[in-house]
């Protein structure tokens, strides 16, 4: 897999259009744990090798020791798969960076999408990030780490789709 550290500024994250503001999160800190969670492990995978470490700590910190070990398996499980099939560089920031990129988001809504019982945008999602004959793997990978969240009571919340706005 091909990642990228863009260090994307802010002033960069597309607007809605028209001037509207936008519903969905720019920033990390406008994120639900459960969801800083999954976007802050997957900014440590990719980092390093060194970085890896600290994803254990992230889970058991959010779903108790216990359930580190299997959500932490499942985790790597699901960004091997990403990494391995990726279709094109993912981008991503720096831990501890505040800012939230396009595909973080992506890695996080697939997840959220296997939670909700959501297939078909889990394929859709799924596949922006990896190539065609990847999606139904990185799909059970997502559906098996979203049940070890669940087991151990972390929820993705559910971020509706907003209908789009007529441009013409």
Do not use: K, N
Not at 81 to 104: F, K, N, S, V
Not at 113 to 131: N, T
């Amino acid at each position: 897999m091909r990642f990228s550290d863009p260090r994307l500024r802010p002033d960069l994250v597309p607007a809605a259009r028209g001037g509207e503001a936008s519903s969905w999160p720019t920033r990390l800190a406008e994120l639900a744990p459960a969801e800083r969670l999954v976007i802050s492990a997957f900014r440590y995978w990719v980092g390093s090798p060194t970085d890896r470490q600290a994803v254990l700590p992230l889970h058991a910190h959010q779903a108790g020791e216990a359930a580190a070990p299997a959500l932490a398996q499942a985790f790597a499980g699901y960004v091997e798969l990403l990494r391995d099939g990726a279709a094109r560089t993912i981008t991503y920031h720096q831990p501890g960076c505040d800012c939230l990129g396009p595909d973080e988001m992506l890695v996080m809504l697939i997840v959220m999408a296997e939670q909700a019982e959501l297939p078909d945008l889990a394929r859709l999602l799924a596949s922006w990030l990896v190539r065609p004959v990847v999606v139904p793997g990185l799909i059970q990978a997502a559906r098996a780490y979203g049940d070890a969240l669940a087991r151990a009571g972390v929820a993705l919340p559910w971020r509706p789709l907003r209908p789009g706005r007529l441009l013409h």
